[in-house]
Antibody, heavy 122, light 108 residues
Framework: QVQLVQSGAEVKKPGASVKVSCKAS????????INWVRQATGQGLEWMGW????????GYAQKFQGRVTMTRNTSISTAYMELSSLRSEDTAVYYC???????????????WGQGTLVTVSS | DIQMTQSPSSLSASVGDRVTITCRAS??????LNWYQQKPGKAPKLLIY???SLQSGVPSRFSGSGSGTDFTLTISSLQPEDFATYYC??????????FGQGTKLEIK
């Protein structure tokens, strides 16, 4: 079965960077895009960007351009999301999500990681 | 980017009630609309895709409708496990995914 297992919680100081990992299993890692979504406490879901694990191509939400980098290591079926210049407003749970599609080409996020809490505090 | 607006932001209802949540897109997205359910401390769960297609394993009391800019999620008879937060998501622009702000469904 498809599984996405994320790295553990992180505590960072303002101005630092954080790198969250998302290890995939149960499918061919390079065949499906990975997206990253975050959720601040008590807030809604915020899409951050996507990565094609085959090509390494990425696309980021404008809000995060210049601060986020999404990469992968295909040899270990793992995707990474690095966010730099952290501020308190970046405190949130970060999720990876794998895309899927039906026979008509409708795309969804049916598979999610368990989430990684990143706390930014001095 | 395509903006998604849900209403209401919160809703109180009782077990057995029929409830409807609305999602409006800032431009036409045809039927490229998904619905998710999220419970506290858990990742979102896909309920409906392509505006009206039920994801495998999701109870038939959930249904979706709409196209263009206006969409609805309906729960025909609320069960205790349905109290959660619901999000719509447009899949029309998959290089710029966007979610609605969420609708929290609470027990009356």
């Amino acid at each position: 079965q498809v599984q996405l297992v994320q790295s553990g919680a992180e505590v960072k100081k303002p101005g630092a960077s954080v790198k969250v990992s998302c290890k995939a299993s149960g499918y061919t890692f390079t065949s499906y895009d990975i997206n990253w979504v975050r959720q601040a406490t008590g807030q809604g879901l915020e899409w951050m960007g996507w990565m094609n694990p085959n090509s390494g191509n990425t696309g980021y939400a404008q809000k995060f351009q210049g601060r986020v980098t999404m990469t992968r290591n295909t040899s270990i079926s793992t995707a990474y999301m690095e966010l730099s210049s952290l501020r308190s407003e970046d405190t949130a749970v970060y999720y990876c999500a794998r895309v899927s599609w039906d026979s008509y080409g409708f795309l969804t996020f049916p598979y999610w990681g368990q989430g990684t809490l990143v706390t930014v505090s001095s | 980017d395509i903006q998604m607006t849900q209403s209401p932001s919160s809703l109180s209802a009782s077990v057995g009630d029929r409830v409807t949540i609305t999602c409006r897109a800032s431009q036409s997205i045809s039927s490229y609309l998904n619905w998710y359910q999220q419970k506290p401390g858990k990742a979102p769960k896909l309920l409906i895709y392509a505006a009206s297609s039920l994801q495998s394993g999701v109870p038939s009391r959930f249904s979706g409708s709409g196209s263009g800019t206006d969409f609805t999620l309906t729960i025909s008879s609320l069960q205790p496990e349905d109290f959660a937060t619901y999000y719509c998501q447009q899949s029309y622009s998959t290089l710029r995914w966007t979610f609605g702000q969420g609708t929290k469904l609470e027990i009356k």
